[in-house]
């Protein structure tokens, strides 16, 4: 197993009622600049934990819940959709996503970021889905020791972040560092884009 993606056995973890005060839905929402969320794709989705948390605080109509391990989407299968029928499972490959163009009003990542081995392929992708005017976030760990997350090694910086959103076409690129664990960088589609 590639030693910077998630461990799917340790897949409990990723329900820990901890992550909603270290990374509060609230605190993202009041970063973005959007009103109204029809349709929102969560990559790197685990159990869909965030998903949930998202469905709740924006109200979408559908929220894609992606993950390229199918240990992954079984769980959210068995434990997820008969509850919350509005969050489908979709298996994406490492670099594209099943969806088609212009579909999502939102799409995020959290503790995601770190993982990959090729980020602007991913964000290339979340371009693609995007609407005109939609907007992406990305949370991921401070690149600081902690007790928890990943090796720091591994973790990114959030103006490496930025830079990979403006090299994909994201305009308007903003990092937040106000969390004390992780750092958030939001962008923006173009209303204009071709």
């Known amino acids: 197993m590639n030693e910077k993606k998630f461990d799917p056995k340790k897949l409990q973890k990723l329900n820990d009622p901890q992550r909603l005060m270290d990374i509060p839905p609230d605190y993202i929402q009041s970063k973005l600049d959007m009103d109204k969320s029809e349709v929102l794709v969560e990559i790197g989705a685990g159990t869909a934990f965030f998903s949930i948390a998202f469905l709740q605080q924006f109200k979408p ?3 894609y819940a992606c993950d390229l391990n199918e240990t992954m989407i079984n769980w959210i299968k068995a434990n997820v959709t008969q509850k919350y ?9 490492e670099n594209s996503v099943p969806l088609d163009d212009g579909i999502a009003d939102l799409v995020f990542m959290i503790t995601l ?47 490496q972040v ?12 903003s990092i937040f560092n106000e969390l004390p664990k992780h750092f958030l960088v939001v962008g923006k589609k173009s209303l204009s884009c071709t």
């Open 61 to 63: 109509s559908v929220v």
């Open 85 to 93: 029928r509005n969050i489908i499972p979709v298996k994406n490959e």
């Open 113 to 159: 970021h770190h993982e990959l081995d090729n980020p602007s392929l991913i964000l290339d992708e979340s371009y693609r889905i995007l609407k005109p005017g939609g907007e992406i976030f990305i949370v991921d760990w401070k690149k600081e020791d902690m007790p928890q997350g990943p090796p720091v090694s591994i973790r990114c910086i959030p103006q």
């Open 162 to 173: 930025k830079e990979q959103l403006i090299k994909s076409g994201f305009s308007g690129v």
